[in-house]
């Protein structure tokens, strides 16, 4: 059983449109974020939620929204997509918010905007 | 604020022989570090991580990690490496108190020669 998935694992799609990226994961963990990768493999946190409320939120522009209807959901949409945008997006989840927790990441979401 | 240092982008090694992947870090609070490789097409996966305690850290498969404050560095280190360790190592960091939130350096491919 996959504890992180993600879906779709690759997206391509036009600038102005909107698309979404699900996440789900299967550990019973209360905490989930979103981490953007960009093509230097930079990889960035975007977005924590702890118990379906959100914790951490790294100036992300408003186009971006994540939702969880439950702790163990996390989707990502974002509207009027960019040419910028283009990276892959990681889901990851763990244990509490706190320090000492070990994040367990989804395989990542390649998404292409052209 | 918090930053992460991965001065060395790729690592070319023979297989079997060692290697040192180096990491320094800044940070005007107390942190913890993490090393997570990236096998490609796929999520981050903890190797190792140093909370408090012993300087020096194992962890899965055979990696190893010294955490050195008075030169702020954690650099990642195998007596010998697999074919199988290819891969890109991102080491990060996380403030000690509040809400976790990892800041990752740009990663180190290593790449094992056979």
């Known amino acids: 059983d996959t504890a992180v998935s993600q879906t779709p694992k690759y997206l391509v799609t036009q600038m102005g449109n909107d698309k979404s990226i699900k996440c789900e994961q299967n550990?019973?963990?209360?905490?989930m974020y979103w981490y953007k990768q960009d093509s230097k493999k930079f990889l960035k946190i975007m977005f924590s939620?702890?118990?379906?409320?959100?914790?951490i939120n790294e100036t992300v522009p408003n186009r971006f929204s994540p939702k969880s209807p439950d702790k163990a959901h996390l989707n990502l949409h974002i509207n009027s997509l960019e040419l910028g945008d283009s990276a892959v997006y990681f889901c990851?989840?763990?244990?509490?918010?706190?320090?000492?927790?070990?994040?367990?990441f989804g395989q990542g979401t390649r998404l292409t905007v052209v | 604020a918090q930053s992460v240092t991965q001065l060395d982008s790729q690592v070319p090694v023979f297989e079997e022989a060692p290697v040192e992947l180096r990491c320094n870090y800044s940070s005007s609070v107390s942190v913890y570090l993490f090393w997570y490789v990236q096998y490609p097409n796929q999520g981050l996966q903890l190797l190792l991580k140093?909370?408090?305690?012993?300087?020096l850290v194992k962890g899965i498969n055979g990696f190893e990690a010294e955490f050195n404050k008075s030169q702020t560095s954690f650099h990642l280190r195998k007596p010998s490496v697999h074919i199988s360790d290819t891969a890109e190592y991102f080491c990060?960091?996380?403030?000690?108190?509040?809400?976790?939130?990892?800041?990752f350096g740009t990663g180190t491919k290593l790449q094992v020669i056979p």
């Open positions: 140093y909370l408090s305690g012993s300087t």
């Open positions: 550990l019973g963990h209360d905490t």
């Open positions: 939620y702890n118990n379906k409320e959100l914790i």
């Open positions: 990851a989840s763990s244990q509490d918010a706190f320090f000492d927790t070990e994040a367990f």
């Open positions: 990060a960091v996380s403030p000690s108190v509040g809400y976790q939130k990892v800041t």
